[in-house]
């Protein structure tokens, strides 16, 4: 690694072989999108409940794409867990600095979310099709579009800059991001060496609309944990004793009511806010991106990007209740549900939780007895877009598009982010991805613009060839 990683005074891209490595990339683009649908057919997922052999595989996959980029020194790591249980495999690749270069840290990981309902789904999950001009597939935009675009990236800077290249180069292509990253942390600790650079570009993220690149500049933090409402210690008959007795459900819909106010903005003391973002997010393009149903109002207040970013927003994503089929004339003596709580910019998340703790121990509807368990906490991230190396990102993607870079916001959370700050705190890093708002990730019919997706190769071609400096 250098001392402290800057650009030499000339204008950011001075020299930088712009019209070579669009070239290189739009040349090999066939055969990059065919890597990619292979890259999909591998059901690689983190959970528990699946098969791990098909992780391996998709480890696998990824290390031999690696290797043919010419990188040699390329392992399948892991770490264990703290119950002992061994982590994902995190394909680990680099490319040594030449003496005086940087050393950019390149992060995508391989594991995919779970299919879910597979009646929602067009095609197949797992074999990616084409239409017009989006690839649709399980992981084709969330990551594995991220480790091709590295991969892409790299292919055009051995073809272009040759010996000329002396940038160091690692490749972290992480096996459980979508399980939470559970061995994240450790792994960090374990190989910080292999690991160490002056930049990390974490491709996960998402681009402001067709046609319109971005560099992630913020993301929400997050805490999440159960609640638990108990009203009786065991089920009656709902004909016998109801009435003077209101059931778990009922009551621990009254306290979820208590989380947000009238106009639907988040209602638990002590939450911060962040400043607002300048972009314009006009509601029907946003109601268009989101599926919103006609007549469903929009909750909360302010702009749709204040909403979006720098405010908190909660959400209950899971419920222990009888299904409908399952349901009986009873009343019941206890309910769960799960909160998602996303954190504004600058809210220590701890405190977040401590608070979400006492709304619903105020709230206890009735007297019921409310039970919070916390469960994960993530920070927020912001990126100081005045350093060199958003600088040169921002210039990398705006060449490459042929417009303006947006500085956006981003609603979710990454929270290992705040880990590579912890463990490498003198990087630059930088949040960018391949996705747009119609990509799906995590959702049925998942898919990537393959217009996009090229443009973003090069835009990573040029950034990297951009920081190939002494």
Do not use: C
């Amino acid at each position: 690694m250098t001392d402290d990683f800057s650009l030499p005074s000339a204008p950011i891209g001075a020299g930088v072989p712009v019209a070579e490595l669009r070239g290189s990339v739009a040349n090999n683009f066939s055969a990059t999108v065919a890597e990619l649908v292979d890259l999909v057919a591998i059901p690689g997922i983190a959970w528990e409940a699946f098969d791990a052999s098909q992780l391996d595989r998709s480890a696998e996959a990824v290390a031999a794409l690696i290797r043919s980029t010419g990188l040699d020194d390329v392992q399948i790591l892991r770490v264990n867990k703290e119950d002992g249980t061994p982590g994902g495999p995190a394909v680990v690749a680099r490319k040594p600095a030449e003496p005086g270069f940087p050393t950019v840290v390149l992060y995508a990981h391989h594991d995919v979310q779970p299919p879910a309902d597979l009646t929602l789904w067009e095609t197949e999950p797992f074999t990616a099709v084409e239409k017009d001009g989006r690839l649709f597939g399980r992981g084709a935009a969330d990551d594995k579009a991220g480790i091709m675009a590295h991969i892409g990236a790299i292919r055009a800077l051995n073809e272009v800059l040759g010996a000329n290249y002396g940038l160091g180069v690692t490749l972290f292509i992480e096996g459980e991001e979508e399980a939470g990253s559970p061995t994240f942390r450790t792994f960090l600790q374990t190989h910080h060496e292999l690991l160490a650079g002056d930049v990390i570009v974490v491709a996960d993220s998402a681009n402001w609309k067709i046609g319109v690149p971005a560099l992630t500049t913020s993301l929400r933090g997050l805490v999440d944990g159960t609640v638990e409402v108990r009203v009786l210690n065991h089920a009656v008959h709902s004909g016998m004793f109801g009435g003077p007795i209101l059931d778990a459900p009922t009551l621990l819909a009254r306290l979820i009511a208590t989380f947000h106010d009238e106009q639907g903005s988040v209602a638990i003391e002590g939450l911060a806010t962040a400043a607002d973002s300048d972009l314009d997010y006009p509601e029907e393009t946003f109601r268009s991106d989101a599926a919103v149903l006609d007549g469903v109002l929009l909750a909360g207040t302010g702009t749709i990007t204040s909403r979006l970013w720098s405010k908190p927003a909660l959400s209950i994503i899971g419920m222990d209740i009888p299904s409908v089929a399952m349901s009986s004339n009873t009343l019941l003596p206890a309910a769960r549900a799960k909160l998602s709580l996303r954190l504004a910019p600058g809210q220590v998340p701890e405190e977040a939780m401590a608070a979400l703790d006492a709304h619903v121990q105020k709230h206890a509807p009735f007297g019921a007895q409310v039970t919070f368990t916390a469960g994960e906490a993530g920070q927020a991230f912001s990126t100081d877009t005045s350093a060199p190396a958003a600088q040169t990102a921002l210039w990398a993607l705006g060449e490459s598009w042929g417009v303006d870079a947006v500085e956006s916001g981003m609603g979710g959370s990454i929270p290992f982010i705040a880990d590579l700050n912890d463990m490498f705190p003198a990087a630059q890093i930088l949040v960018t991805g391949v996705e747009d708002p119609d990509s799906r990730a995590h959702s049925a019919n998942e898919s990537l613009h393959l217009g996009d997706f090229e443009k973003a190769i090069v835009a990573e071609a040029l950034m990297l060839a951009a920081m190939n400096t002494r």
